[in-house]
C-alpha cells in the first residue's frame, strides 16, 4: 500500500522567512515522489518532482530514502506562494502509475 | 492548446439520483485519472484509465460507482443512486504516455447530493 503524510494542515509564515512543507511516505518499492500546488481559484499543477532535481520558484526538496521524506524547502517566502501544497506519491511502471496525495498543507505568507 | 475540460463544473442533485460527470482530456494524453476530493482532504484516487481501459479502479468506493472511457478519450463517470456522502469535487486528470506521475487536471466538477 502507498501512503503519504503532511502532518502539518496549516502553515503560517512571514514574508522572507524560510519554509518547510514536511512530507513522509510509505512504499514498499522505489517510488516517485512529486509536489503539486493549488494557488487560490486555480487548478491543481506540478510544482516539482525528485527525478528532476530542480528548483521551481525557488523551492526544493530532496528525497531521503532512509527517513522516507520528501520535505518542501524555500529560503525566503514570498507572498505569492501561499497555496495549498500536496505531497504525492507514484509507483513505476504498468498499473503503478497511480498517484497518492496526502491531505495536504495551506501555506500563509504573511507581508 | 486547451487543458483538461470538466463538465458540468456544478451539479446539484437529489439523494437517489444517477449522476454522470464528463471529462475531456488534453489531446493526445492516453492516461487519464479521476480523483474526488472533500472538503479539507487530498485527491483520493478513484480510477485510471490508460487507453480505453481502466488500468486500475481500487479506488471506487463501492458499486454505485462506475466509469468508461470507450474511445480513449473522452471520459464519464457514473453514478448511481447518490447519497450525501458522495457530495465532494470530482477532479480529472490526463497524462502523456510514459510520464510518471505529471498529471494535468481539470477544474474539477463540483457534487452536492441534498
Known amino acids: 500500500a502507498q501512503r503519504v503524510t503532511q502532518p502539518e494542515k496549516l502553515l503560517s509564515v512571514f514574508k522572507g522567512a524560510p519554509v518547510e512543507l514536511k512530507c513522509n511516505y510509505s512504499?514498499?518499492?522505489?517510488?516517485?515522489l512529486f509536489w503539486y500546488v493549488q494557488y487560490s481559484r486555480q487548478r491543481l499543477q506540478l510544482l516539482l518532482r525528485h527525478i528532476s532535481r530542480e528548483s521551481i520558484k525557488g523551492f526544493t526538496a530532496d528525497l531521503n530514502k532512509g527517513e522516507t521524506s520528501f520535505h518542501l524547502k524555500k529560503p525566503f517566502a514570498q507572498e505569492e506562494d501561499s497555496a495549498m501544497y500536496y505531497c504525492a506519491l507514484s509507483g513505476v511502471g504498468g498499473s503503478n502509475y497511480k498517484l497518492t496525495f496526502g491531505k495536504g498543507t495551506l501555506l500563509t505568507v504573511n507581508p | 492548446g486547451a487543458g483538461v475540460s470538466q463538465t458540468p463544473s456544478n451539479k446539484v442533485t437529489e439523494k437517489g439520483k444517477y449522476v454522470e460527470l464528463r471529462c475531456d482530456p488534453i489531446s493526445g494524453h492516453t492516461a487519464l485519472y479521476w480523483y474526488r476530493q472533500s472538503l479539507g482532504q487530498g485527491p483520493e484516487f478513484l480510477i485510471y484509465?490508460?487507453?480505453?481501459?481502466?488500468?486500475?479502479d481500487s479506488g471506487l468506493p463501492n458499486d454505485r460507482f462506475f466509469a468508461v472511457r470507450p474511445e480513449g478519450s473522452v471520459s464519464t463517470l457514473k453514478i448511481q443512486r447518490t447519497e450525501r456522502g458522495d457530495s465532494a469535487v470530482y477532479l480529472c486528470?490526463?497524462?502523456?504516455?510514459?510520464?510518471?506521475?505529471?498529471?494535468?487536471f481539470g477544474e474539477g466538477s463540483r457534487l452536492t447530493v441534498l
Open positions: 512504499y514498499s518499492g522505489s517510488p516517485e
Open positions: 484509465f490508460q487507453g480505453t481501459g481502466a488500468a486500475d
Open positions: 486528470a490526463s497524462r502523456r504516455q510514459g510520464e510518471a506521475g505529471e498529471l494535468f
